[in-house]
């Protein structure tokens, strides 16, 4: 099967890295190509030098890029995508992306013959290197029947959700709540360590209890309180997914305080920590708002 892998960001590489073997046979393009250069160097695929390129001769062309915008963006022109897809071809994009342009982009897609899944991934950069990430798929069943082979080599989760648009829809509304945890854990922590109490003895006790989360248990315990804060998910992402929840939950008349507050709360964030901060980084915000940092 010809695969074509488009964007080797900090997700997309290392699930890429799994399509790099039989039977997959696979072309990698990249917008930086020296990324794509060292990827194809070091794993002996093709690295093809347009997206036009990449897209020729492929029965699957999986992408992975900031937001659905960089996807649309990358079909015209002559060295574009349509300038390459053939008839018959699965455009899976694996971008967390947003339910309005994903059924653009189906559409002009359909009047080519080719159909067009949405399949945002959960799990971050350690799922993807295990190859254990969640899909949350939006098309027809029989268009993720054609590429369930595909997602298989790095999703162990794989779910169809509903037509275009509706995966990148509950992707946007479980990256609302990873934002909210975040900020709430992250209020909670600030107020206790200038309370005088440990941070860490604090986080086991809620690790315990009831107000656990992923956030608690994996990112607070793994990032805060070491300090390392490693930079795997920019809270750019983060703050982009959280407003398409917001917008998802606005167009659909569904009062939402939560959601639209937290989006506008990582808004500052970004604002802040800038573009190239970790979505956990948050944390920094509201330690500089009390002067108190979490202490352990
Ligand atoms: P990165 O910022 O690490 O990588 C972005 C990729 O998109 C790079 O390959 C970059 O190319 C490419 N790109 C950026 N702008 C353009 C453009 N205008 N045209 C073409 N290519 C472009 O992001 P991630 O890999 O972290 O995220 C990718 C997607 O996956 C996002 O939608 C994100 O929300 C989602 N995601 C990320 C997770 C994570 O843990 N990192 C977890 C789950 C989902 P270049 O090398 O040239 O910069």
Do not use: Y
């Not at 008839?87 to 994903?102: I, L, Q, W, Y």
């Not at 900020?183 to 941070?199: D, H, I, N, R």
């Amino acid at each position: 099967m010809n695969v074509s892998f488009l964007g080797l960001g900090a997700i997309g590489a290392p699930m890429a890295r799994h399509l790099a073997r039989p039977p997959f046979s696979l072309s990698v393009w990249n917008r930086t190509a020296a990324r794509a250069a060292a990827f194809a160097s070091e794993t002996g695929v093709h690295a093809a030098k347009t997206p036009a390129d990449a897209a020729r001769g492929a029965d699957v062309l999986v992408t992975c890029l900031p937001t659905s915008r960089e996807v649309e963006a990358l079909l015209d022109g002559d060295d574009g995508l349509l300038a390459g897809l053939a008839r018959g071809t699965v455009f899976v994009d694996c971008t967390s992306g947003d339910p309005a342009t994903s059924r653009r982009i189906a559409g002009r897609l359909r009047e080519r013959g080719v159909d067009f899944m949405d399949a945002p991934v959960s799990g971050g950069v350690s799922g993807a290197q295990q190859g254990t990430l969640t899909i949350m798929c939006g098309a027809e069943p029989a268009t993720l029947e054609r590429v369930r082979g595909v997602l298989e080599a790095f999703g162990k989760k794989i779910v169809l959700c509903g037509p275009v648009g509706a995966g990148d829809a509950v992707k946007a509304v479980n990256q609302s709540l990873l934002g909210i945890h975040i900020w709430a854990l992250s209020e909670g922590l600030v107020a206790l360590s200038k309370a005088g109490v440990s941070a860490s003895l604090a986080l086991d006790v809620i690790n315990a209890s009831s107000g656990r989360s992923n956030v608690s248990q994996n990112l607070f315990t793994e990032r805060v309180i070491t300090r390392a804060f490693p930079r795997t998910f920019k809270l750019a992402l983060l703050e982009k997914d959280m407003t398409i929840a917001a917008e998802f939950a606005r167009e659909n008349r569904v009062p939402s305080p939560m959601m639209q507050s937290a989006a506008d709360l990582f808004r500052v964030a970004r604002g802040a920590l800038g573009e190239d901060a970790d979505h956990v980084e948050a944390v920094k915000l509201l330690e500089q708002w009390a002067a108190c940092e979490v202490a352990g």
